[in-house]
């Protein structure tokens, strides 16, 4: 590490965790010790950018999503009921928690909103051949790190991912024939 750290932080963990940690850290090449900031930095930023109001929400899908594939025994990666009852229930709290819904007084979208989770998806689907699965660190752009973290979770979780980069691959060599 180039710079020099002011303190040294005790911490006691059970060994499960110190097992969870020792396998993080080998699979990343890195120390315990520089695993352990690479979390922090990683929980720290979840947990700061966020204003209270979007927090509440991501926990509250979380504990959503976690609830349903509890049900159902089913990730909804693989399982399409599983998935359609997430997403529709993640509308629901929105609709519950929001502004009152009213289907006659629909507002207009604007463009550059209505296209967020695309511009999310072309990010994520356009780093992910440029950087590989990328170590996590600092980057050239402010979210660089935590799409680090996403391209690296969905590259082992998400059958969609790996169904879309194979599709790219064979697109890319069809082209080169």
């Known amino acids: 590490m180039n710079r020099k750290l002011a303190d040294v932080i005790p911490i006691r963990l059970d060994k499960d965790l110190q097992g969870k940690?020792?396998?993080q850290a080998d699979q990343h090449g890195r120390t315990r010790s520089d695993e352990m900031r690479a979390g922090l930095k990683h929980?720290?930023?979840?947990?700061?950018?966020?204003?209270?109001h979007?927090?509440?929400?991501?926990?509250?899908?979380t504990l959503l999503i976690t609830r349903i594939e509890g049900k159902?025994?089913?990730?909804?990666?693989?399982?399409?009921?599983?998935?359609?009852?997430?997403r529709e229930q993640i509308v629901q709290l929105i609709?519950?928690?929001g502004p009152p819904f009213n289907v006659a007084e629909q507002p207009?979208?604007?463009?550059?909103?209505?296209?967020t989770a695309s511009q999310l998806i072309a990010?994520?689907?356009?780093?992910?051949?440029?950087?590989?699965v990328p170590s996590v660190g600092e980057g050239l752009f402010a979210d660089q790190e935590m799409l680090s973290w996403m391209i690296q979770d969905l590259d082992t979780v998400s059958a969609g991912f790996k169904r879309n980069r194979a599709w790219e691959l064979y697109r890319a060599k069809g082209k080169k024939s």
């Open 72 to 86: 159902t025994r089913k990730k909804w990666l693989d399982d399409l009921a599983t998935a359609r009852a997430i």
């Open 95 to 97: 609709e519950h928690f």
């Open 21 to 23: 940690l020792r396998r």
């Open 43 to 52: 929980w720290i930023r979840v947990h700061q950018k966020p204003e209270l």
């Open 123 to 132: 990010v994520l689907e356009g780093l992910r051949p440029i950087l590989g």
């Open 108 to 115: 207009d979208i604007p463009t550059e909103v209505a296209s």
């Open 54 to 61: 979007v927090h509440l929400l991501a926990a509250l899908i």
